[in-house]
């Protein structure tokens, strides 16, 4: 059976180029680049390099960017750096309720430590109500933080405009930009934010590697403390490899960033169509605008997302739940509920995130499993019937 | 996650569907759960000769389902009420630990259909 792969915004293969690139720094270029002699400065020299081409194509300085492990990391910097760092200016930080759960399980943890979080409200596709957030800040508030770009359901978020509220009352402004880096067109300067998270494995580089940007003058205090590396902000021996199919990864990502947006964005848009007009009782959660090109997700009424997730997988294809089932808790997506979407639809809920290696084919396939998958587990649900019968549908 | 018997009896389930004029219904979970099951039983004589189900719910929840009602086909009533999930589990080879509530949804599910039954009876 042929696998097909409509996950991409779980993480996404490593491309050809990239990996040939990562190739010489695990055997032959394999120096730490904390070491002084030949080898240290080999792996320095290949560390810079990279550096230097993700900071120019995000117009940053490379002095402002930071390796990290990936864009958990980034974000837990971030957030716990800042919050400590600006503790006696203030104690208050608003995030939006659609975050990933690195940011929200650390703004939680943060909280414990006395600081004050809240959440600005989002709207039915998932924007941020920027009128709900300037009716939060106070001159206490030290850091307002929001995705570039939602993991779920794809919306992308008016980042410039948040940053210019949050630095109207002082505070800093964060985003986590881990599904958007390599997507979008980003500019840090345009988008005026003083910290961004970004990770490789999105975008066809390897794993375990990210970047936090971090405007120059801002304050973070490390996390990670050991050694000298990254400038004594964060310890710990280089992943020189990874690095650099990092930088390699990006690089490709953003000249390519037309071609792929325009192609991933086509097959999106007709599995959306298809799936519109072809499954009865779904509804597509997020923007129509305003949308990452991979994304499309669906909530299918009456039926469960993980038995939708299983019975696409018996047919090779691979795609993620927001529902609770999957992740083992009993709580649906907080993405769908945060955007309205009723606990029992939200149980429903499946993500499909299209790739550049993939083809109308495999989409044109895994919507015809769909919609007989759909129709197979409704046949099988009693709610199907027993609203069937109350709403006459 | 799940092993090859609990896959294959979410791929191929037995005994979906209704009974009509059903002995005892049994409907337990609810929507905002994630989890719904619905166990219709044909009783004769105190012997449940038919069982049928619906269900809303994850891979683990149908396939529960399905060996739940297979099981306790044949059983007299007093046996059903003694069918426990973890014999449902068992019976399936198992289940990761996050998924043993649907098995206890299924149990929930047949003493709800028996209790209906011995109900109607009285």
Known sequence: MKKIYFDHAATTPVDKRVFEKMVPYFTEIFGNANSQHAFG????????????????????????????????????????????????????IIISPIEHAAMLVTAKALEKQGFKVDYMKVDEYGFVDLEHLKSIMTD?????????????????????????????????CFTDAVQAAGVLKIDVKELGVDLMSMSSHKIYGPKGVGALYIRNGVKVDSIITGGHQERT?????????????????????VSEIDKNFEYVSGLRDHFIERVLKEV?????????????????????????????????????????????????????????????????????????????????????????????????????????????????? | MYNEKVMDAFKNPKNVGEIENADGVGLVGNESCGDIMQIFLKIENDIIIDAKFKTFGCAAAIATSSTATEMVKGMTVKEALELTNKKVVETLGGLPAQKIHCSVLAEEAIKKAIEDYQSKKA
Not at chain 1, 67 to 89: H, I, P, Q
Not at chain 1, 233 to 253: D, L, M, S
Request: glycine share 10%; charged share 25%.
């Open chain 1, 140 to 172: 206490k508030t030290i850091l307002v933080g929001c995705m570039l770009a939602n993991n779920e359901v794809g919306t992308i978020e008016p980042i410039a405009e948040i940053a210019k509220i949050a630095h109207e009352y002082g505070a800093l």
């Open chain 1, 41 to 92: 400065r080999e792996a320095v020299s290949a560390v810079d390099e990279a550096r230097d081409t993700i900071a120019k194509l995000i117009n940053c300085k490379p002095s402002e960017l930071y390796f990290t492990s990936g864009g958990t990391e980034s974000d837990n910097w971030a957030l716990r750096g800042v919050a400590n760092a600006y503790k006696n200016k203030g104690n208050h």
């Open chain 1, 233 to 253: 902000k964060r310890g710990g021996t280089t992943n020189v490899a990874g690095v650099v199919g990092f930088g390699e990864a990006f690089k490709i990502a």
């Open chain 1, 280 to 393: 009865p009782y779904v509804k597509l959660n997020g923007p129509r605008e305003n949308r990452l090109p991979a994304n499309a997700d669906f909530s299918f009424k009456y039926i469960e997302g993980e038995s939708i997730l299983f019975s696409l997988d018996l047919a090779g294809i691979s795609v993620s739940s927001g529902s609770a089932c999957s992740s083992g808790s009993l709580e649906p997506s907080h993405v769908l509920l945060a955007l309205g979407v009723p606990e029992g639809l939200a149980h429903g809920s499946i993500r499909f995130s299209f790739g550049k290696h993939n083809t109308i084919e495999e989409v044109d396939y895994a919507v015809d499993v769909l919609r007989d998958s759909v129709k197979r587990l409704r046949e099988m649900s009693p709610l199907f019937k027993i609203q069937g019968d109350i709403k006459n549908v």
